[in-house]
């Protein structure tokens, strides 16, 4: 009896250990995205076809894609945007020629919080896959996570 009850009380702590470490969207993504991002990516910018379409005229302003949303924001991860939030964002260590993506530099105001809040984007992405949509496997896709 006493076993089962240390087994329980095991099990509850893994539990908690597990969730703790989790992030979703709501809890740190979401604040992250509104500081760091929504200044071009925000509730003014385009829907990414429409981006697309006129892509000169919303460079000039300084303005990417609308991003300021759940389901915005997982339109680059999965599909149909497949893998560009990833490739952005990446710091390019694993990379040959160790080029970050060009929307690393935005993940903070020095390496040490750009370093953290990648590792955040990571746990909430799950599996941070490089590849274009072409590439991409069924298992790679249920690797992405993006929990909410
Ligand atoms: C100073 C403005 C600015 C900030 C801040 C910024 N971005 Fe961007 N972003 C842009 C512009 C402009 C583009 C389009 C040009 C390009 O593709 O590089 C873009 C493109 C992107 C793309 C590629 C979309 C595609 O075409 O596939 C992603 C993904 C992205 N940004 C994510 C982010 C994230 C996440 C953040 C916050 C950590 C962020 N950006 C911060 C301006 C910005």
């Known amino acids: 009896m006493k076993t089962q009850a240390l087994s329980f009380i095991l099990f509850c702590l893994a539990v908690t250990a ?7 969207y709501s809890q740190q993504i979401k604040p992250l995205v509104a500081a760091r991002c929504v200044a071009c990516h925000g509730a003014d910018a385009p ?3 429409a981006f697309k379409k006129e ?6 302003k300084g303005i990417g ?5 759940y389901a915005h924001l997982i339109y680059y991860t999965g599909w149909p945007d497949t893998g560009a939030l990833m490739r ?3 710091d390019g260590a694993g990379k040959d020629d160790k080029k ?17 809040n990648l590792a955040l984007f990571k746990g909430w992405v799950g599996n941070w896959s490089h590849k274009k949509f072409d590439a991409l496997t069924k298992d790679d ?3 992405i996570k993006v929990l909410y």
């Open 141 to 143: 896709l249920a690797g």
């Open 100 to 116: 970050p993506g060009n929307m690393y530099q935005h993940l903070g105001d020095n390496e040490a919080e750009r370093q953290a």
């Open 55 to 60: 892509k000169d005229a919303w460079l000039a």
């Open 47 to 49: 829907e990414y076809p």
């Open 88 to 90: 952005r964002l990446d």
């Open 18 to 24: 597990a969730s703790a470490t989790e992030v979703t």
């Open 65 to 69: 894609p609308r991003m300021d949303s």
